[in-house]
């Protein structure tokens, strides 16, 4: 199978940390994969690092092997990258749809007008927003601001989808709901890297784990057989 995205010994410091240290995994066109580890062990840097909010400090990302580490964030955008994080981020003051549309026109300059229209309606669709499209998105309650931020990801038409504690802060229905829409989304041929501490959700979704600690990898396998790893473990609690 293809390689979707592989990371070669990346490293990012923060002045004297190594937040992210000799980082190297490959993911598979079509492959979710879960990204673990204790608070502070550097998932979120590593993600900033693949969207390029931050610039690696050493190693190299590439994307369908095209060598994207020195790419802008708009530029990895355009590439095929896409991310929620873990506070939401929507427009509050515009409308549900012109969210959307925004993203479209993110990726598509010349996309304004009827194609961002049709465009913004299926990734509304998707994450089950139509009915509200007209609405502010400042009205909308938490699960649904989580379903907005994922139909404008959706919008910029990526090849990889990074979702920052996506599920986190839904009730337990609302989760299964939040599972199924993950579910339908890596059907469609998206492949997704998900950070998340609600183990339940992980096992359900992601056949493979990648667990960090003190920014190094130290697990990468089966879901099943990365958590019963003693050095995993040790991790989460703290030895
Ligand atoms: P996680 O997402 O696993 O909780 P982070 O990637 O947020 O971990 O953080 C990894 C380490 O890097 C932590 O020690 C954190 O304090 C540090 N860190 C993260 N971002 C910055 C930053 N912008 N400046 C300095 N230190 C940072």
Redesign the pocket.
């Known amino acids: 199978m293809t390689v979707l995205l592989r990371l070669q010994a990346v490293g990012k410091n923060?002045?004297g940390?190594a937040?992210?240290n000799n980082v190297s995994f490959d993911m598979k066109d079509g492959e979710i994969v879960g990204l673990l580890?204790?608070?502070?062990?550097?998932?979120?840097?590593?993600l900033?690092l693949i969207s390029g909010a931050?610039r690696a400090t050493s190693g190299n990302i590439s994307l369908y092997g095209k060598n994207i580490s020195s790419l802008r964030p708009d530029q990895i955008s355009h590439s095929g990258i896409a991310r929620t994080f873990q506070l939401v981020r929507v427009l509050q003051t515009m409308s549900v749809s012109d969210n959307v549309i925004c993203s479209v026109a993110f990726r598509e300059k010349s996309a304004w007008g009827r194609e961002a229209h049709e465009i913004a309606e299926e990734k509304l669709a998707t994450v089950g927003l139509q009915d509200k499209a007209r609405d502010l998105a400042g009205s909308l309650n938490y699960i649904d601001c989580k379903r907005l931020e994922l139909a404008r990801a959706l919008a910029t038409e990526p090849k990889l989808l990074l979702l920052d504690e996506w599920l986190s802060g839904l009730t337990p229905q609302e989760l299964e709901t939040g599972i199924e829409l993950i579910n339908s989304i890596q059907s469609s041929g998206i492949s997704i890297l998900i950070?998340e501490h609600i183990m339940s959700a992980i096992r359900e979704l992601c056949p493979r784990c990648v667990v960090?600690n003190s920014?190094e990898v130290i697990a990468d396998g089966p879901t099943g057989e990365v958590l019963e790893n003693e050095s995993v473990v040790s991790a989460y609690l703290g030895g």
């Not at 580890?37 to 590593?46: D, E, I, R, V």
């Open positions: 923060f002045g940390l937040a992210v580890g204790p608070n502070g062990s550097g998932k979120t840097t590593l900033n931050h950070v960090m920014g």
